[in-house]
């Protein structure tokens, strides 16, 4: 197997760490809040909901079968009780994409909190399509935190 060695003297290595300073500020420069954006939020509240839903179901048919009535209670006061709060929202942008509609990576960090309070804070990372001209929001399935930092095109 073929080794590549490059050498960098001088200017050439100023150069190279000029570029690189400069790729992650732009970088860091197309990372948005957008806590405040309700068509957003509306999105989110509905995939997160959507998420957790089936699994609240199934822990109920669960419960249900085992025959505990107190238990039964408990899982449904906590299902009815459930609140879905967003923390914070933010996007990535993509840097080489210069179109109105975006392939933009969400991070959105929120708590499911019960009239129990036995359920913790998490993130998740989605893919949407954002529509600029109209400010249009379409789920695109879910990412991760690798997709969200380096969100190139």
Do not use: C
Not at 84 to 89: F, G, P
Not at 114 to 124: L, P, S
């Amino acid at each position: 197997m073929a080794e590549i060695q490059m050498k960098l003297n001088g200017w050439q290595a100023i150069v190279v760490i000029i570029i690189v300073i400069g790729l992650i500020v732009v970088r860091l420069a197309s990372f948005n809040d957008k806590t405040n954006n309700e068509e957003l939020i509306q999105e989110l509240e509905f995939q997160l909901m959507t998420e957790y839903f089936p699994d609240d179901v199934e822990h109920l048919k669960a419960v249900y079968e085992s025959g505990d009535d107190d238990e039964v209670s408990d899982t449904v006061e906590s299902i009815t009780t459930t609140e879905l709060t967003i923390l914070s929202v933010q996007t990535s942008s993509p840097l080489l994409s210069f179109s109105s509609n975006q392939k933009v990576i969400v991070k959105v960090v929120y708590s499911l909190d019960d009239a129990f309070g036995n359920r913790e804070q998490a993130t998740t990372y989605y893919r949407f399509k954002h529509g600029g001209l109209l400010n249009t929001w379409r789920h695109m399935g879910r990412s991760g935190k690798t997709s969200y930092y380096l969100n190139f095109l």
